[in-house]
Every structure is written in structure tokens, then in C-alpha cells.
């Protein structure tokens, strides 16, 4: 298990990239953080996490041709660490970073994080940049062989001790902004064999840096044999890669939630990816509405929460709908969030999935009926299939609050396609 304590529950938060891609401006941050802070925040939202390219000079300017621009200007300090693009974040001007941001983030009550990629930039690379505690330079411990296929902007680094000397270096910045969520991004998967000593080297840079930073790593799917590996390592990792509003995306994610779910503990968390609420994609040049129905995206919060997954929303908050904010404030849907409420899958197939979870110290046990079918479904499960004692039991459904009882000892409903009835069970 992770040796810090620094996310005791699935960490929930924004992040900017479904909605902005790489063109998020400080103050879109700032309007989302204080949106965060006013209505979301007193149901446990709390990151405000910038994603990729924050660093990038002109990010977004050629979205029709390229994502990431190739070997564009990085705003980077003297020692080959990246700094936020002063056009876009001008509060970092003056070598001030993330800092000011930071403090704004922390003044509503809030966390901050940001995204990075593994390794160095090739910039500093080219540029024989110098690294912070080290004789050795960014071209003599980068690896041009070691590149990211999707992206441009970074080596990995060579298994030396100069390359921990950079992680250090860049977690003892990151730690004097006071950021307090860090995502790496091109690592999780370990597709490359610098993955897994790069890994390594951020858990020791945080454990060194004075600041409790919690550790996401993207993208998935994580590898289920390496569990122990991130459990020791991270604090969040992808089981998936991106994901987004399609339901055979959110079906499959019942596959993978069944393999993960035995690894879900304080401070460990097997990662569905963000939630694609709301709307999304200006970025990309196409902004739209969520392509899942209310019932689709119920039944996602529910597999999330139940599982124990993080939970990032992607969409600009001040968008929010009203449908979409009860499916975010639903507090007896997020009471089934925290580690402690142990999740199991009772039984999966093409056109059904069971869960039950179990919240011993809060006295509170779950069920979960969802249909992944295309016609309704009359679904039941057994109190004795979950593990219960038979006899009758009351039923609250969490999304609509309807109360019912078992019959029979058995809990029994008519399931739309794609939805989900998951109740709060009481004797």
C-alpha cells in the first residue's frame, strides 16, 4: 500500500482538459475554481487541476492540424524545469509560476494541481539545460530513443542519479507554488520501459519534497498484474484510456471495475477516468452537450461512486445545467464513494451487472441493479446472493428516493435500458 496518507478518499475534483483541451487561461481557472467553491464544494469537490500544455507558447493556435504543436516554445526556467505560459497564466510572470494561482485556489478552500508529462523537455535537451542539484546536463540524462508517440514535448530520462536529481528538483518547485495534486501523464501503462524507474522517482521526489502531493497516473488501462506496483507508487492510477460520452466506453467500464475492485484503499485508487458531464470540447474545436441520457450518466456516477473511483469532472462548471448538478450533489450517492464502503460484483453478463458494497462503520449496505441492455429489464438479486440474511428488508432508491421492500427476500425491479436502480438497504 502507498505509504502517505494524502487522499484518505478518492479525490474529487475539475480538470480542464475535456472542456478546453490545451487552451485553458487563467482566469477560466478561476471562474471554474469559484464556481467549485460556491456550489460544489460543500459536497466534497475540492481539486482545481490544469492539464496538459500549460507550459506550450501558441497551445490550440493549429487544433485543426495538430493537438500538441511539434517543438514549439516551452516556457522553462534555468534549470530546464517548465513554467507556466505567462500569455495565458500572467500571474506567473516574473519567474513566479503557479504560485499566485495556487494561493487564489487555496484562499476558496480549494486544492490545486496540475498536469505533466514524464521525462525532460527535448527543448532543454537540444539546449544542454542545467539541472538543479546536478554537474550532469538535460542532454546527457535524456533519452532521445525514449519519446511519448502522441505527444512532443519530452525524452524520458536514463535509470541515473542525475534524472532523480530533476524529479527532486521539479517536485521542490512544484512544492514552493503549493500544488497539491500532480497528474503524469504517458506513464501509467508502461509502454515504455522507463515507466517504471520514472515512477519510482516521482514517489521518492514527493516523499522528499516537503509537501503532500497526491500522485494520478495516466493514461490506462494500468496493468492489473502490477497493482502492487501502483498501490506502492501512486495515489491514483488509469484503468482505462480516455474516456468519454459513449456507452460502450461506460459499458466496458463494468469489465474493468470487476478487475480492479479488490484494490480500492485509503490513498489507492484504480481510476475510471473524468466524468464528460455537461459540456464539453470547445478545445477541440467542436464544443457539445453530453452525449449520455440522464439514465446513462446515472448509471455512470453510480459505477464510479460504488466502485470507489475518483471523480474529475471535465465539463466548464459554469455551464452546469440543473440536471447535471443534482447528479453531482446527490449525498447519499457519494456516501458510497469513500474506501471504507467495500465494493463486490455479484454477477456480470452483456445485459446485466449486480453490485453490493457494505459500509460496516457507517451501518449502511448497498445494492446496485444496472441494465447495459437496449430493452428494459426486470432485474433481482437475492439477499442471500449478496450476502445478507434472508427475510425483508426496506429499500431506498438513492436516485429518486422512491422507498419499497423486498419481497421474498429478494430485491426486484424494471430497469430502463442503459439505467441503473441502486438502493440503500435497512432492516
Known sequence: MN???????????????????????????????????????????????????????GAGSRRDTYQYIPFSTLEMDEYSRLLPDPERFPSSAGGRGFGPLADYIHSLGLKFGIHIMRGIPRN??????????????????????????????????????????????????????????????????????????????????????????????????????????????????RITDDFWDNFDLLKNMFWRCELWEKHVSPGCYPDCDMLPLGKLGKGFGHEWTCHFTLEEQRTMMTLWCLFGSPLMLGAEMTLLDEDTIKLLTNRRVLAMLPPQCRPHQIC????????????????????????????????????????????????????TEEVSRSVRGRISAAVAPHACKVYEITW
Open 124 to 237: 532543454a535537451a537540444h539546449g544542454h539545460g542545467k539541472i538543479k542539484g546536478s554537474e550532469v546536463t538535460a542532454n546527457d540524462l535524456a533519452d532521445p530513443s525514449n519519446t511519448c508517440f502522441w505527444n512532443p514535448d519530452m525524452y524520458g530520462v536514463r535509470n541515473i542519479p542525475a534524472a532523480q536529481a530533476y524529479y527532486d528538483s521539479l517536485f521542490e518547485l512544484y512544492a514552493s507554488w503549493g500544488v497539491d495534486f500532480v497528474k503524469c501523464d504517458d506513464i501509467c501503462r508502461q509502454d515504455n520501459p522507463s515507466s517504471v524507474y520514472e515512477t519510482e522517482m516521482l514517489a521518492r521526489a514527493i516523499q522528499k519534497c516537503g509537501r503532500p502531493i497526491v500522485l494520478s497516473l495516466s493514461p490506462g488501462p494500468a496493468l492489473i498484474e502490477k497493482a502492487w506496483f501502483y498501490e506502492k507508487n501512486a495515489n491514483m492510477w
Open 3 to 57: 505509504k502517505n496518507t494524502f487522499a484518505p478518499t478518492p479525490p474529487m475534483g475539475w480538470n480542464s482538459y475535456d472542456y478546453y483541451d490545451t487552451t485553458v487561461t487563467e482566469d477560466r481557472v478561476k471562474a471554474n475554481a469559484d464556481y467549485m467553491a460556491r456550489h460544489l464544494k460543500p459536497y466534497g469537490w475540492e481539486y482545481i487541476v490544469v492539464d496538459i500544455e500549460w507550459y506550450a507558447h
Open 348 to 399: 456480470r453478463d452483456e445485459e446485466r451487472a449486480i453490485w453490493q458494497a457494505d459500509h460496516r462503520e457507517a451501518g449502511k449496505h448497498y445494492a446496485a441493479l444496472f441494465n447495459l441492455s437496449e430493452k428494459e429489464l426486470e432485474l433481482s438479486v437475492t439477499l442471500e446472493e449478496l450476502g445478507y440474511e434472508t427475510g425483508e428488508v426496506s429499500l431506498t432508491e438513492l436516485w
